[in-house]
């Protein structure tokens, strides 16, 4: 038992002394799931869990920590790679699982208004039911929340057609360093009033301040959903095909995922459940999926484009969803990622971006280090692709514990000699903090520390996280 500080002491003092027994939690009451996310770092004990369940509670809970200069990490569903929201030691930990619900929608202005704690499944769940769409999609649907979605920027399989996260958000209230809460809960999609305030906090991963809660910008439900799984004979013809599909489908495509051959056969051979829906091996495997208003007129279009692809020699052989269990089904073979934990075992997963026209040269160049530096290594690809994001997922087979450190070094010194990013959509956290510097210059850098000294003087929220501090 690690022996705790004077003014740790008096911090869990005062939270036991303000919320009730059930929001916050010490010693052997600390559940184990708040000692982790899922970024395979080692688990630690937070010296307390305060779990509040209003704006004022969270408020409260950061001006208590604050005043006492104890360290928070806020929690969400604890579903990120990057250890965002990974404990450390000696801090609290400030879980928005008690603090879930949707709490208006707007059918005039198409908005939902959520809390923090909500399971990402839940909104889209809602949406559905009052006639709307939110577009925000990933396997962690079920698990994952909001808060975390957006203190992440999430991006997910549909961001080709309806952007990132922050692309869904019209207004925001977050809780700042000191305790300060700042609600602008706006449903207007033109106000032009001031500075822009939600995108600081956007992507922040909680090291500016803790998201509450958010007004969500609904659309429309879509009419028909159609997919294609295709396979195809080269990269070359990946990319013609995502060119074809932007002249031919242009705002009816809502995803374009392409499965490398190494992924494929992982996915379909050793994931539990996973059928093929095409037959043959390919070079490429490219799921592409639209939504339109009209099942009578958008079907036979998305159809017709299919049929000239085919002709145009860029596509070897398809599968057609006749129904949504097909689309679910296609689905189910690029979300089988999710389950590589449990049949590959420990692995490195990587989330990068980079110009579209290099990803394969890039994986090539990628493998092939892997494969030289590392025994008995493996690694597969797959990713959104048309918007620049591919997803690897690399480790050494059999190993006791995996290199993680010399993977990452591999991985990420070759997505900087291809002027990729480190992170397309998961955050940084601190398992991609070393690299932060392979995509952002000094001058961003020095940017990104005056705006956290500014807005987090004393370095209490999610301290060691995305960079170190003080720079």
Aim: hydrophobic residues 45%; aromatic residues 6%.
């Amino acid at each position: 038992m690690v022996e705790l500080a004077h003014h740790q002491i008096a911090c869990i003092e005062a939270l036991k002394a303000h919320f009730a027994p059930a929001a916050c939690l010490t010693g052997t009451e600390v559940p184990k799931r708040n000692e982790a996310d899922t970024s395979f770092l080692p688990p630690i004990v937070p010296i307390a869990v305060v779990r509040p369940d209003t704006p004022e509670g969270v408020a409260a809970a950061v001006r208590i920590c604050a005043n006492h200069g104890v360290s928070i990490v806020p929690q969400g569903g604890l579903t990120g790679l990057a250890g965002g929201a990974h404990p450390i030691d000696g801090a609290v930990a400030l879980s928005l699982e008690r603090f879930a619900g949707i709490e208006d929608i707007d059918p005039a202005s198409a908005t939902m208004t959520v809390r923090a704690g909500t399971p990402l499944e839940v909104i889209q769940k809602a949406a559905a039911d009052a006639g709307f769409f939110i577009p925000l999609d990933l396997g962690a649907r079920g698990s994952c929340v909001i808060g975390g979605n957006l203190g992440t920027n999430a991006g997910g399989n549909r961001v080709i057609r309806y952007g990132m996260a922050r692309e869904m958000v019209l207004g925001l209230e977050y809780v700042l360093a000191d305790g300060t809460l700042v609600s602008g809960l706006n449903k207007m999609i033109k106000n032009n009033a001031g500075y822009d305030l939600k995108q600081i906090f956007i992507g922040s991963e909680g090291t500016l301040g803790v998201i509450t809660r958010a007004v969500l910008k609904l659309q429309p439900q879509p009419g028909v959903t159609v997919a294609a799984l295709c396979g195809l004979s080269s990269y070359d013809a990946v990319v013609s095909l995502l060119g074809a599909a932007r002249r031919g489908l242009g705002p009816l495509m809502s995803a374009f995922e392409v499965m490398w051959p190494d992924y494929w056969k992982e996915a379909t051979e050793t994931v539990p459940g996973i059928r093929k829906p095409i037959a043959g091996a390919h070079q490429f495997y490219v799921l592409v999926e639209v939504q339109g208003l009209s099942e009578a007129v958008d079907t036979p279009r998305f159809m017709s484009w299919i049929e000239e692809q085919f002709e145009a020699g860029l596509v070897e052989d398809a599968a057609i969803s006749q129904s949504m269990a097909d689309v679910a089904d296609f689905w189910r073979t690029r979300d089988a990622a999710g389950e590589f934990q449990i049949v590959l075992g420990p692995h490195v997963a990587f989330d990068i971006g980079l110009p579209v026209k290099s990803m394969d040269d890039f994986a090539r160049e990628c493998r092939k280090r892997l494969s030289d530096a590392v025994p008995n290594a493996l690694s597969v690809y797959y990713g959104h692709i048309g918007d620049g994001n591919i997803h690897i997922v690399a480790l050494q087979q059999g190993a006791a514990k995996q290199p993680s450190e010399q993977i990452s070094r591999i991985v990420y010194e070759t997505v900087r000699e291809f002027d990729g990013t480190v992170s397309a959509e998961h955050g940084i956290g601190t398992v991609k903090k070393p690299y932060l510097g392979f995509t952002r210059s000094k001058e961003e850098l020095a940017l990104m520390a005056q705006l956290k000294k500014a807005l987090d003087p004393n370095g209490i929220l999610n301290p060691g996280k995305v960079f170190d501090w003080p720079q």
